[in-house]
Structure formats: structure tokens, C-alpha cells
């Protein structure tokens, strides 16, 4: 979930023409087809229907439709879209033509593992420095990385020019780290330290939790309990919440 978004503010100065301003849940889903038309020209697919790429995406086919006219993409009427061509596009929308620079700050056990993770650099990013508060993990290599000191943010943000900052600290840390990496220039930060960060206008804060995933998940699990517990007569049965909520059906008391 993006905590703040400035609609249309620049990144870098002047990098780049104006692109069309698409919703957010859009630009979520690109990666999505990203992903998929990769699989499918990794397979020898020169074209695909929006049936096609909807079923390899896992997206309804007449929002990827929608989606993919924002980009003035609309396919070939019998034959579909050109793999290559939409790849080219939505790469070029998302700014992956060039690779950007991650910054890692906190390489305890997460960040290990982001760190070892081969993954980002075939999706267009690399990850150009890692960084701990923890004296007795600077000079720690991962994965061809030396770990630096924070401290050095400022200098490695300049050597590297870091792009994109990720925190893998501790929560009472991030909003620290978050001031530090604003302070040298990075305008994007993904997020995994469970809290919310406060950050200037103009800089985007994504967060990634799994156990907020998880917690979906649970409502979800138990959704499916209780449709199941329900009397054979159906919808009128009293069901109670904690609190003293009341609704007269289940669906209506979880808002479906
Ligand atoms: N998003 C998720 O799904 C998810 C999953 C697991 C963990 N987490 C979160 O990720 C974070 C890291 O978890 P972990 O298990 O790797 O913790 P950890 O304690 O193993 O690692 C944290 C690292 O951050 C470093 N650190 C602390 N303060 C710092 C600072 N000011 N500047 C730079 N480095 C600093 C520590 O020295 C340590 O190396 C936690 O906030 C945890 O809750 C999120």
C-alpha cells in the first residue's frame, strides 16, 4: 500500500517525458503482466490473446483490457497483443529501462536474505549497497556486497546513486533510517519494519507485511467458518460480534 503519493511530482528533474498518470491499482498489476508475458516469450509465444495473458497473469480479462488501453495498447483484433512489443511498453511505463540502485539498510535476518536473493536484478533492479548500525556486521560479505556503515549512507547514496531505499530495520529504527535516506535525495522506500513512516511530500513509502497478509488470510478462513456454520435456512440467522456488533446474516455483517 503506497502511504503517500503526490500525483504527477517529478522524480529526478527532467529525466524523463511526461507519462499518463494511470491508477494506482493499474501500475500494481503491470508487474503482474510483466511477469506473466516474460513466462510466456521465455516459452516461445510471439503473441497472446487478453484471455490468454489474463489466465497467466491471474487478472480478469476485461480489467488487463482497461489496464493495458491506459498504456494506448489495445492488440490486434484475431491476433492479440505482441509479446514483445507490451513487455517493451510496460517496462518503459514502469522505468525499467535502466537498472536501478537499491540501498539495504539493516542486514540482520530479513535482510540477509534480500541481500542473497538473485531475483531483482532480472527484474531490473540491483542492489548497489548494504548498510547495518551494527559495527559487528559492517564488513560482512553478501552475496559479492560489503556491508557498510550507516553512516556511510551519504557517501554511498552519491557513489551509487541509490534510486531506491528498502529498510530491514527494526521498527523503533525505520523512522530514522526513512530521515536518512530522505536526507540524501532517495524519494522511494520499501518499507518491511511493521510501522507507518512519516515522510515529506513528494517521496513514495511502499510497505510489504507479511503478517498483515496473513491476518487477510485469517479473515478469510474465518469468513468460510462461519458461512459454513450457518443454518441450512440461510441468511436470517442473528449472527454476534464481539463488542455487541450484531448483523442479521453473516455476509451483511462482514460487508460483502
Ligand atoms: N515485512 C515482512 O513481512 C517482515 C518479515 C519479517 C521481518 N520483518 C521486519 O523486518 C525487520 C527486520 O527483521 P529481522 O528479523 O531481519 O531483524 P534483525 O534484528 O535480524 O535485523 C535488523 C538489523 O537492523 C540493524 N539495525 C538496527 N538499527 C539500525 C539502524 N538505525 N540503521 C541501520 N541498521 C540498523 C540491526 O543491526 C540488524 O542487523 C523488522 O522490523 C521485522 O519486524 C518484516
Known amino acids: ?34 511477469r506473466a508475458l516474460h513466462n510466456l516469450a521465455d516459452a516461445g509465444h510471439e503473441t497472446v490473446s487478453s484471455e490468454g495473458l489474463s489466465a497467466a497473469a491471474g ?6 483490457r482497461k489496464d493495458l488501453s491506459h498504456l494506448g495498447s489495445y492488440g490486434t483484433r484475431g491476433v492479440g497483443y505482441d509479446v514483445a512489443l507490451l513487455i517493451e511498453q510496460i517496462e518503459y511505463v514502469l522505468g525499467l529501462t535502466q537498472r536501478r540502485a537499491v540501498a539495504l539498510v539493516g542486514v540482520g535476518n ?14 531490473g533492479f540491483r542492489i548497489a549497497a548494504l548498510l547495518d548500525a551494527d559495527p559487528s556486521r559492517v564488513g560482512e560479505e553478501i552475496n559479492g556486497l560489503v556491508v557498510r556503515h550507516v553512516d556511510e549512507l551519504p557517501a554511498v547514496a552519491t557513489e551509487e546513486s541509490i534510486a531506491i531505499g528498502v529498510i530491514a530495520t527494526p521498527a ?6 526513512a530521515d536518512q535516506l530522505v ?15 512519516s515522510v515529506p511530500e513528494g517521496v513514495d513509502v511502499r510497505k510489504v507485511d507479511l503478517a498483515i497478509e ?15 456454520a450457518l443454518p441450512a435456512t440461510g441468511g436470517s440467522a442473528l449472527t454476534a460480534l464481539p463488542g455487541g456488533l450484531a448483523a442479521t446474516d453473516t455476509q451483511e455483517a462482514i460487508g460483502t
Open 110 to 123: 530479513l535482510g540477509h536474505a534480500l541481500a542473497g536473493y538473485d531475483g531483482f536484478a532480472s527484474r
Open 59 to 64: 487478472v480478469n480479462s476485461a480489467k488487463l
Open 214 to 228: 496473513l491476518q487477510i488470510l485469517s479473515f478469510h478462513e474465518h469468513r468460510k467458518a462461519s458461512l459454513t
Open 183 to 197: 536526507s540524501v535525495g532517495v524519494t522511494s522506500i520499501l518499507n518491511f519494519a511493521p510501522c507507518v513512516l
Open 172 to 177: 523503533a529504527a525505520a523512522q530514522r533510517v
Open 1 to 34: 500500500m503506497s502511504q503517500h503519493r503526490q500525483p504527477g511530482a517529478p522524480g529526478r528533474a527532467g529525466a524523463v517525458p511526461a507519462l499518463p498518470d494511470l491508477p494506482e491499482a493499474t501500475v500494481a498489476r503491470l508487474p503482474e503482466y510483466l
